[in-house]
Structures are given as structure tokens and as C-alpha cells.
């Protein structure tokens, strides 16, 4: 029985539209197919609010009832330790990988609702190779039967493979782009390798959009004045 639990404090302000644009993602998710239960959530480049969209989506689909485990797959430079407040010492993901720990060591209760978390451990020479070992695939198979969704943050994969190669491992994916900040070119050029590995993209979240610049806002505006 497992029986890890870590104490995670929710840095995140309270934001109107961003939370029900959480919710409308919650929702598309539980309409697909049942089938998609691995979710990979990658964005092109650093910065682009992946994580935060990561942890909003498990935490939405926790207070449904639904069972979900977060996995924080960046091994190269993971923020949640240090975002999110984690002041107990954790073993985590690279540690499970190259086998200094068993599976059942990096598995936390957080005190979210029905959510829990693998840490991405500390930072190792060789992630793409650690998360294409046949552990993670078996991590993966395991842990599905125990879970209602999985959602996997991996690193940003314009430039890097690891999301690529943990899309392997997955039914779906979700790519992050940063508003006004992100071409074309480059979003295409990630959906193409990960759809490559035969991981279906379910959709896209632009983030960090500007609600009061754009015609939404207005919409809004002009919907609570009547």
C-alpha cells in the first residue's frame, strides 16, 4: 500500500478566465474516447505555462472524483519542487529510472483531491535514454489500471526529444502554445514530430492570452452590462 504523501502549496492567483478555460479542457477530455487515459502535455519552447496547465487540468479532474496521477516527466529542469512549495525531501522519477528506488517510493498523496504525484527527481546526464527505458512503459502500463487519467509534463519539444519519446507511451497528447509568442511554423513543427510517434494531439491550449485586448473581453463586458 502506498503511503508517501507531500504537502504542495498552490502559488496560482485566482483567474476568472483561465480557470474556466481549465474546465472547458476538463470536460473536451472526459468526451473523448475512454480509451485515452495517458495524456502528454508538451508546449515548443520554455516558459509557455505547460506546468501550470498540467497541474490545473489534474487538480479540475481530481475534484470531479476522477483518480489522477500527475508526473512530472521534465527531468532536465522540473520547476514543480520549487513552485509549488516542497519542502519535504522526495524521491522521484530519475531515481525510479536508474533504479535506486522502487516504484512504489516516488508515488505521493498531495493534499489535492484524488490527486497524485511523481516528481521529476533530480536532474540526470541522460533523460531522453531514462525515459525510453522499458520501465517508464512499464510504469505507465501499471499504473493506468489504478488511475482514472494520467498526465504526463515533459519538457518543451521544439528542441528536444524526450517528449517525443514519451509520447510513445501515450494515448494523447496536448501541445501548450503561448500566445502572440509562438509561430506557426514552430507549432506545426511539434505536432508533426509527436503525431510521428503515433501519439494523437487531442487539441491545443493557447495561454497567457491578454482577455481585456481582444474581442472576448468585450463580449464579456458587453454580455454583464445587460
Known amino acids: 500500500m502506498m503511503e508517501n504523501s507531500v504537502m504542495m502549496r498552490d502559488p496560482r492567483k485566482s483567474n476568472y478566465y483561465y480557470e474556466e478555460s481549465i474546465k472547458t479542457l476538463r470536460t473536451n477530455i ?33 475534484k470531479l472524483g476522477q483518480k489522477v496521477l500527475l508526473i512530472d516527466a521534465d527531468i532536465r529542469k522540473s520547476t514543480f519542487i520549487n513552485k509549488y512549495r516542497v519542502n519535504e525531501a ?3 522519477l530519475s531515481q525510479y529510472l536508474s533504479g535506486q528506488v522502487e516504484l512504489q517510493d516516488i508515488i505521493y498523496h498531495t493534499n489535492f483531491q484524488n490527486m497524485d504525484m511523481i516528481f521529476a527527481g533530480p536532474t540526470a546526464p541522460n533523460p531522453s535514454e531514462l525515459l525510453g527505458d ?19 509534463d515533459t519538457p518543451p519539444a521544439a528542441s528536444l526529444i524526450d517528449a517525443t ?6 494515448d494523447a497528447g496536448i501541445l501548450v502554445i503561448e500566445s502572440e509568442a509562438i509561430s506557426y511554423k514552430a507549432a506545426q513543427k511539434v505536432k508533426t514530430q509527436i503525431e510521428r510517434s503515433g501519439c494523437h494531439l487531442i487539441g491545443a491550449v493557447l495561454n497567457k492570452v491578454d482577455m481585456k485586448k481582444g474581442r472576448y473581453y468585450n463580449s464579456y463586458k458587453g454580455y454583464y452590462k445587460k
Open 30 to 62: 472526459q468526451f473523448s474516447s475512454k480509451q485515452v487515459k495517458t495524456i502528454l502535455l508538451t508546449s515548443c519552447y520554455p516558459n509557455e505555462g505547460k506546468s501550470d496547465v498540467a497541474f490545473s487540468l489534474a487538480m479540475e479532474m481530481g
Open 90 to 92: 522526495v524521491n522521484g
Open 134 to 152: 522499458a520501465d517508464f512503459t512499464e510504469l505507465l502500463r501499471q499504473k493506468r489500471d489504478d488511475y482514472a487519467y494520467i498526465f504526463i
Open 165 to 170: 519519446v514519451v509520447a510513445k507511451n501515450c
